[in-house]
Nanobody, 129 residues
Framework: QVQLVESGGGLVQAGGSLRLSCAASGLTISSTAMGWFRQAPGKEREFVAAISWGGISSYYEDSVKGRFTISRDNAKNTVYLQMGSLKAEDTAVYYC??????????????????????WGQGTQVTVSS
């Protein structure tokens, strides 16, 4: 059974930093594409960042480019989202997601909710202005 458990959320002032973690079990992240999405109150869940199964490629939503970095520690089977220069509009519940190996890829597969098969329960990030 696949489980993804996020942690690291909290309250931070604008301009500050946070690092989110996603600990995976039931799958090996080194052979799995992983992603981060977020959902603000009253809004749809949206793509934030993703990393390909080989770690060769990473992808970012335009508003977080240069501020957020996705990475992973294969030995710990954990994916991270380092967030810097945080803004009030980054306030949301952040979700970790994993994609089953072997699925055919399509255009911008990494940015679609349907592109991922497993989801964590989310962690709240609140940025005060």
């Amino acid at each position: 059974q696949v489980q993804l458990v996020e942690s690291g959320g909290g309250l931070v002032q604008a301009g500050g930093s946070l690092r989110l973690s996603c600990a995976a079990s039931g799958l090996t992240i080194s052979s799995t594409a992983m992603g981060w999405f977020r959902q603000a109150p009253g809004k749809e869940r949206e793509f934030v960042a993703a990393i390909s199964w080989g770690g060769i490629s990473s992808y970012y939503e335009d508003s977080v480019k240069g501020r957020f970095t996705i990475s992973r520690d294969n030995a710990k089977n954990t994916v991270y989202l380092q967030m810097g220069s945080l803004k009030a509009e980054d306030t949301a519940v952040y979700y970790c997601a994993a994609r089953r190996l072997g699925r055919p890829v399509g255009s911008r597969w990494y940015a679609q909710i349907s592109g991922f098969d497993y989801w964590g329960q989310g962690t709240q990030v609140t940025v005060s202005s």
